[in-house]
C-alpha cells in the first residue's frame, strides 16, 4: 500500500510539474507540427505522381497506394508517421528532467526518503508514457484537421473498429514506455545536460531516418527496409497505417508488430530498471 | 541512555587514493545534539552521507538508532530525517505540495498528513506562503522547508548539513531557534555539521572537531574550553624577541606557551593580570611589541589548539573538494565517451 501511495504521489508530482511547464509540451509539438505544416505540404507524392503523363489514374493509384502501404496520398501516410514520431520527441524531456532534478538536488531528497530506485523510476516512466500519448492525438487531430481547411489532411481510409482504436492507444503507449526508458536510462547515467541532449540528437534522427515514419515504403532501398522492419518506430506507425489504411499490403496483422513493439519495450524496460537502481545505489 | 549513533572505523576514500573520512569513531547518545565542526573538505559531510546510507563507506560500520545502516539503509531512512546544506524542494510544486509529497515518500498516515502539514508550515512560520511555488520562497523560507521536509515523519534521529549555509545571521539565529524547540519538544536526537564555531557552541551538546578527516577532540563545549587551558593572551613582538618565551613562560600561572609564525599565546586562567607582566618582561629583554591581545576560551582556541592551525570558515579546496571535482571530471568524460 504504502509503495504504491509512494508512486502516486511521485507520478503526481511528474504531472504537476508537466502542467506548470506549457512550454515543454509546446516544444514537444514544434517538430512534428512543423513535418505536417511545412514538410508534409510541400512533399504530397499524390500530386507528383498524377502529373505523369506514362500512367492512366488507375495506374497511378495503384502504384501510390503499393509505395505507401495503402495510404492514399503521401501526407496520409506521413501523418500516421509523425503521430508515431512525436511519442520520441515528447519523452526526450523525460530523461532531461532526471538531469535537472540531479543538478537542483530533488533526485537526492527523493533517494535519502524510503521510496525505492523502482518507485523513482515507474512513476516518471507512467507520467512520461501518458504524455506522448495524449500529443499523439494532438497531432492526429491537426493531421485531420488540416484536410478539412483547403490544405493536404490526414485522409482515413479504413473504418476504425474499437479494436482498432485500442491497437492504435496501446502502440503509441507501448513506443512512449520504450522511449521513456530509454531516456530515462540516459538521464539516471548522465550527468551534464549539454551530453545528454548530444546523445539524444544522436538516437532520434538516426531512429526517424531508418524508420517508415517519413520514408515511402516502395521507395526505399531494400537494405534500409530490413533495418526499417525491425525499428520500433516503423512497427508503431504500421499499426496505425494498418488500422487508418487497411491490410492489403502487409505480411502481418497489427497485433504481431504490437508483439515486436512489446518485446522492443519490455528490453529496454528491463536495461532502464537496472540502470536506475545501479544510479540510486549508495555510491560506493 | 541508549546509543543513537554508533560509529566504528568509519573511512571513505575517494578514487582509490583521495582519503576524506579516516578511520572515525565516535557514539552519539539518544535525546543529544552532537555537532561536527571542522573546515571545508574536513569530512563532515562525507561522514554525514555515510551515516545516513547515501554514501557507502570504504571500510567501517555504523548503527544508526539500532539499525545498521549499510545492511539496512531501507528500514533506516524511514527513521530518521535528513536536511542537507542546499535547497532539495521542488521549486516547480509549493510548499505544501513539497510537504505532502514528503509525507507520502515517508509513509505518514495518510488521515494524518494535512493536520501535520498544516502544523509544520505554522510552525515554521510558512503558512502564508504554503501555497505559493518554491522558486519564489527566499533563502531563508528554502532552509524552513527543508527542515519541515526533513522532520514531517517525526524522525527518531536528524541529520543537519550545514543547514544555514548563506543565511544571515538573523536567519540562522532563527532556524537554530526552531531546531532547539523541537528539539525539546520531541527529544529526538540531532546530528549537524556545521563550520560556524558559534553555531556548534550554542547548539550542541557535544562536539567533535574533525580536521583532514580525522576527529581532533571530542567533548562538551566547555570540556574543550577547558582543554585550552583558560585565558588566551597573544603577543606580537616588533621583531626579534629572544628569550622572551622562556621569560613568559617563567611568569606566575602560565600553563603553557606556543610560537607561531613569530606570535607567543600564553596560556594562563586570568589574562588580565598576565598582561602588564608580560609586558614588564618583554621590557626588561629590550623586546618592543606590536599588539597584545586577549582571548577568552572559544572553540576558535579548541581548534587552533588541537590543529595547530586558525580556523577559517573559508578554507582553500581540500581532499574531499578535489575527490568531488576529481569524480565530476571523470563523470564528465565518461558523458563525452
Same mark, same amino acid.
Not at chain 1, 81 to 86: A, S
Not at chain 1, 197 to 205: D, E, G, H, R, Y
Given at each position: 500500500?504504502?509503495?504504491?501511495?509512494?508512486?502516486?504521489?511521485?507520478?503526481?508530482?511528474?504531472? !504537476? *510539474?508537466?502542467?506548470?511547464?506549457?512550454?515543454?509540451?509546446?516544444?514537444? !509539438?514544434?517538430?512534428?507540427?512543423? %513535418?505536417?505544416?511545412?514538410?508534409?505540404?510541400?512533399?504530397?507524392?499524390?500530386?507528383?505522381? *498524377?502529373?505523369?503523363?506514362?500512367?492512366?489514374?488507375?495506374?497511378?493509384?495503384?502504384?501510390?497506394?503499393?509505395?505507401?502501404? +495503402?495510404?492514399?496520398? %503521401?501526407?496520409? %501516410?506521413?501523418?500516421?508517421?509523425?503521430?508515431?514520431?512525436?511519442?520520441?520527441?515528447?519523452?526526450?524531456?523525460?530523461?532531461?528532467?532526471?538531469?535537472?532534478? *540531479?543538478?537542483? +538536488?530533488?533526485? *537526492?531528497?527523493?533517494?535519502?526518503?524510503?521510496?525505492?530506485?523502482?518507485?523513482?523510476?515507474?512513476?516518471?516512466?507512467?507520467? +512520461?508514457?501518458?504524455?506522448?500519448? =495524449?500529443?499523439?492525438?494532438?497531432v492526429l487531430g491537426l493531421a485531420l484537421l488540416l484536410g478539412h481547411v483547403g490544405l493536404s489532411g490526414l485522409h482515413i481510409t479504413a473504418s476504425v473498429s474499437v479494436l482498432g482504436a485500442l491497437e492504435v492507444v496501446l502502440s503509441i503507449l507501448l513506443l512512449s514506455v520504450m522511449f521513456a526508458s530509454l531516456?530515462?536510462?540516459? =538521464?539516471?547515467?548522465?550527468?551534464?545536460?549539454?551530453? %545528454?541532449?548530444?546523445?539524444?540528437?544522436?538516437?532520434? !534522427?538516426?531512429?526517424?531516418?531508418?524508420?517508415?515514419?517519413?520514408?515511402?515504403?516502395?521507395?526505399?532501398?531494400?537494405?534500409l527496409q530490413s533495418i526499417a522492419s525491425y525499428n520500433p518506430v516503423t512497427l508503431a506507425v504500421w499499426v496505425l497505417r494498418i488500422n487508418f489504411f487497411g491490410d492489403t499490403y502487409y505480411k502481418y496483422a497489427a497485433w504481431v508488430y504490437l508483439l515486436g513493439l512489446l518485446a522492443w519495450a519490455i528490453a529496454m524496460f528491463t536495461i532502464a530498471t537496472l540502470l536506475t537502481r545501479r544510479a540510486l545505489a549508495p555510491k560506493r | 541512555m541508549p546509543d543513537a549513533i554508533v560509529a566504528e572505523g568509519l573511512s571513505k576514500t575517494f578514487n582509490g587514493s583521495v582519503k576524506a573520512v579516516d578511520s572515525i569513531s565516535f557514539i552519539v547518545q539518544e535525546g543529544e545534539v552532537y555537532g561536527f565542526l571542522g573546515p571545508n573538505g574536513a569530512g563532515k559531510t562525507t561522514t554525514l552521507s555515510m551515516l545516513t546510507a547515501v554514501l557507502g563507506p570504504t571500510a567501517g560500520r555504523a548503527v544508526v538508532d539500532g539499525l545498521d545502516v549499510f545492511h539496512q539503509p531501507h528500514e533506516l531512512k524511514q527513521r530518521i530525517g535528513l536536511v542537507f546544506q542546499e535547497s532539495t524542494a521542488d521549486q516547480d510544486l509549493t510548499g505544501r505540495e513539497n510537504l505532502e509529497l514528503a509525507a507520502a515518500l515517508f509513509n505518514v498516515p495518510v488521515r494524518d498528513t494535512p493536520t501535520r502539514v498544516a502544523y509544520l508550515l505554522d510552525r515554521l512560520a510558512l503558512s502564508d506562503s504554503a501555497d505559493r511555488l518554491v522558486k519564489t520562497f527566499s533563502g531563508g523560507m528554502r532552509r524552513r522547508l527543508e527542515l519541515a521536509v526533513g522532520i514531517i515523519h517525526s524522525p527518531r534521529v536528524l541529520f543537519l548539513d550545514e543547514p544555514t549555509l548563506g543565511l544571515d545571521p538573523q536567519g540562522r539565529a532563527g532556524f537554530w531557534k526552531i531546531v532547539r524547540e523541537l528539539r525539546e519538544e520531541t527529544g529526538m536526537t540531532v546530528f549537524l555539521t556545521t563550520h560556524y564555531l558559534d553555531e556548534a557552541d550554542g547548539m550542541c551538546d557535544r562536539i567533535a572537531i574533525i580536521d583532514h578527516g580525522k576527529i581532533v577532540a571530542t567533548g562538551t563545549p566547555s570540556q574543550l574550553k577547558d582543554r585550552v587551558g583558560g585565558d588566551v593572551v597573544t603577543i606580537r613582538p616588533s621583531g626579534a624577541a629572544p628569550g622572551l618565551e622562556a621569560a613568559l613562560r617563567a611568569l606566575p600561572n602560565v600553563s603553557g606557551v606556543t610560537t607561531q609564525d613569530g606570535t607567543l599565546r600564553v596560556k594562563c586562567p586570568s589574562g588580565e593580570s598576565l598582561i602588564p607582566k608580560a609586558v614588564a618582561a618583554a621590557s626588561s629583554l629590550g623586546v618592543g611589541l606590536a599588539g597584545v591581545s586577549l582571548r577568552r576560551p572559544s572553540l576558535d582556541e579548541v581548534f587552533l589548539e588541537f590543529t595547530g592551525r586558525e580556523y577559517r570558515e573559508d578554507e582553500g579546496p581540500t581532499a574531499t573538494d578535489r575527490a568531488v571535482f576529481l569524480t565530476r571530471m571523470q563523470d564528465n568524460r565518461r558523458g563525452r565517451r
Open positions: 500500500m504504502s509503495a504504491v501511495r509512494r508512486w502516486a504521489a511521485l507520478t503526481r508530482r511528474e504531472l !504537476l *510539474k508537466l502542467a506548470r511547464n506549457p512550454a515543454a509540451i509546446a516544444t514537444s !509539438l514544434l517538430l512534428p507540427i512543423l %513535418y505536417l505544416l511545412l514538410f508534409g505540404q510541400g512533399f504530397n507524392f499524390s500530386g507528383l505522381l *498524377k502529373a505523369s503523363p506514362f500512367l492512366n489514374p488507375t495506374e497511378q493509384a495503384l502504384l501510390l497506394q503499393q509505395d505507401l502501404l +495503402g495510404a492514399p496520398d %503521401y501526407f496520409s %501516410y506521413f501523418s500516421a508517421g509523425m503521430v508515431g514520431f512525436v511519442a520520441v520527441t515528447a519523452t526526450l524531456f523525460v530523461g532531461a528532467n532526471v538531469i535537472f532534478d *540531479k543538478l537542483f +538536488g530533488t533526485l *537526492k531528497r527523493t533517494a535519502a526518503s524510503p521510496a525505492t530506485a523502482t518507485d523513482i523510476f515507474g512513476a516518471r516512466l507512467v507520467a +512520461g508514457s501518458l504524455q506522448p500519448v =495524449g500529443l499523439a492525438f494532438l531516456f530515462l536510462s540516459l =538521464g539516471f547515467t548522465i550527468e551534464v545536460p549539454q551530453t %545528454y541532449f548530444a546523445v539524444v540528437n544522436a538516437i532520434n !534522427l538516426p531512429v526517424l531516418l531508418t524508420s517508415a515514419a517519413l520514408y515511402p515504403w516502395g521507395s526505399m532501398p531494400v537494405w | -
